[in-house]
């Protein structure tokens, strides 16, 4: 008896020491797991709506038919999401009496239209038909970028998905993380390094205005008041925006005005030609760091294509809410 009174201590820390280990296992493998459920995937939807790209695309498609104007402030849309608290679907709410979100923001108020907000609209409506409740508006922002760049002629790539939707914006930060048409170089490299893109990147993204237009007020300074522009251009211009502020103000011009619909690298030469439409485009090339990029690219269309469509990749990962943060909005203006 004396013997087993003896043992029995042992054989009980032994078990208390299996059962630790077992319960260091189990919170391993679910923090692994945890891990592995905030990933995006290029297949994340595969099972739950296998039509989602299709679906996407189809609406699109006949939006940018009708105006392709639509797929440029699309792509730009992607990239104004994604500087203010990641690419959340937060640029999408609308303003209401107690709420004032990014819309109205300085960057976007003007540059992006009514009218695109409305084509979102349409494919989540689409998308909801075919698969309810499912697929995020984070998500759709992010599908419809890659897919108005290659309708327009451009690269596509895989996009991952599984990002959930914001139930917050920031107007503060639209204002002051995304970089404005008057920007200096190092300004436009400060402003996307802190979103984590490198120069390289910051150049191969800014190459999207190879398609789209601009308001006068966005380059008005620019063509009568900077001296690195082709002299003929800004007289170009000029007619088309006068000087006085509040006169043409909304009078449009195109970022690219050889291929203006087409997504290719004319956007590059006409840097190289000092014919760059904005302040900030021209910065990229006017004796300064990211000069041999510009060049590169001009050189390049394939290269271009690749490094814009890793970067597109690359600026999809800031920040986005996985797993059970956020929301599935089931309207991408307000929150459930």
């Not at 030609?273 to 990229?284: A, V, Y």
Request: charged share 15%.
């Amino acid at each position: 008896m004396h013997l087993i009174i003896q043992d029995q201590p042992k054989i009980n820390a032994h078990s208390n020491n299996q059962i630790m280990v077992l319960f260091a296992l189990i919170a391993i493998l679910l923090c692994l797991g945890a891990s592995s459920n905030a990933q995006l995937s290029t297949t994340y939807y595969s099972n739950t709506c296998p039509n989602l790209s299709s679906t996407v695309q189809s609406v699109l498609q006949s939006a940018i038919s009708q105006d392709a104007r639509v797929g440029a402030t699309l792509i730009r849309l992607f990239y104004h999401d994604c500087f203010v608290n990641g690419c959340d679907g937060s640029i999408l709410l609308d303003d209401t009496s107690t709420f004032t979100g990014e819309k109205t923001a300085g960057p976007n108020k003007d540059s992006l239209t009514t009218k695109v907000y409305q084509v979102v609209d349409d494919i989540k409506t689409a998308v909801e038909n075919a698969c309810s409740g499912i697929v995020s508006c984070a998500d759709i922002v992010s599908l419809a970028a890659m897919n108005s760049v290659s309708i327009l002629g451009g690269p596509s790539w895989d996009v991952k998905l599984g990002r959930r939707d914001s139930t917050t914006a920031s107007s503060s930060g639209a204002n002051n993380n995304i970089p404005g048409s008057s920007s200096s170089l190092q300004n436009l490299i400060s402003s996307f390094s802190n979103q984590g893109l490198s120069a390289n990147e910051m150049v191969a993204l800014s190459g999207a205005h190879t398609v789209g237009q601009a308001r006068c007020t966005s380059f008005r300074s620019r063509i009568y008041s900077d001296t690195n522009i082709y002299s003929s251009y800004a007289s170009q211009l000029q007619s088309n925006c006068p000087s006085t502020s509040g006169s043409g103000d909304d009078n449009l011009s195109p970022l690219d005005f050889q291929t203006p619909t087409s997504f290719d690298n004319n956007y590059f030469k006409n840097l190289q030609n000092f014919e760059g439409l904005l302040h900030s485009d021209q910065e990229l090339y006017n004796n300064g760091s990211t000069d041999s990029l510009v060049t590169k690219y001009s050189n390049n269309a394939n290269t271009f294509s690749s490094d814009f469509a890793a970067a597109m990749i690359k600026m999809g990962d800031i920040s986005p809410l996985t797993g059970s943060q956020g929301e599935i909005r089931k309207n991408c203006r307000v929150i459930n």
